[in-house]
């Protein structure tokens, strides 16, 4: 990778604060951002070196946003290891699988719905699923908007 411009390490560095506030580690942010710039894929060495950070803490974000479908492994011709670059249309990826998570809750509030009779808790559970549809409905709207505007 080529030296980054002073814009570039501080969108390195701003998306890794940002990305905590989801629940994702400051490294995961770091490496989206390195790979959302970089002109060609990475290697492990590429984002130990750019970030100064451990293979470990690399191979364990990495298996993260691969697992939220974010990132994907590439092996390129001539090349022994391991190459990542953003999936193609990740933020797909990633608003489906809220929807199956908000799917997964669905049943449970369901579930939580026809089984507990105190009243207090039953007005919370209506509370919960009223938002857990809003939300859902408002994520797959948004699904629908980023597909249509390929």
């Not at 570039?8 to 490294?27: K, V």
């Not at 060495?45 to 994907?72: C, P, Q």
């Not at 391991?82 to 049943?107: C, G, W």
């Amino acid at each position: 990778m080529n030296k980054l411009t002073e814009a570039e390490l501080q969108f390195i560095t701003d998306m890794g604060m940002h990305t905590q506030g989801y629940g994702l580690s400051r490294i995961a942010g770091q490496i989206i951002a390195a790979l959302i710039i970089s002109d060609a894929p990475l290697n492990t060495a590429d984002l130990m070196s750019l970030l100064e950070i451990s293979k470990g803490s690399v191979s364990t974000n990495i298996r993260f946003l691969e697992m939220l479908h974010l990132v994907e492994r590439r092996a390129l011709p001539g090349k022994r290891q391991n190459y990542f670059v953003m999936r193609t249309n990740p933020y797909d990826s990633l608003l489906e699988l809220k929807i199956k998570q908000h799917e997964e809750a669905k049943k449970i509030i369901t579930e939580a719905k026809a089984s507990i009779k105190n009243s207090k808790a039953q007005e919370k559970i209506t509370e919960l699923e009223r938002f857990n549809t809003l939300y859902d409905e408002s994520v797959k709207k948004l699904l629908l908007e980023l597909k249509s505007e390929r």
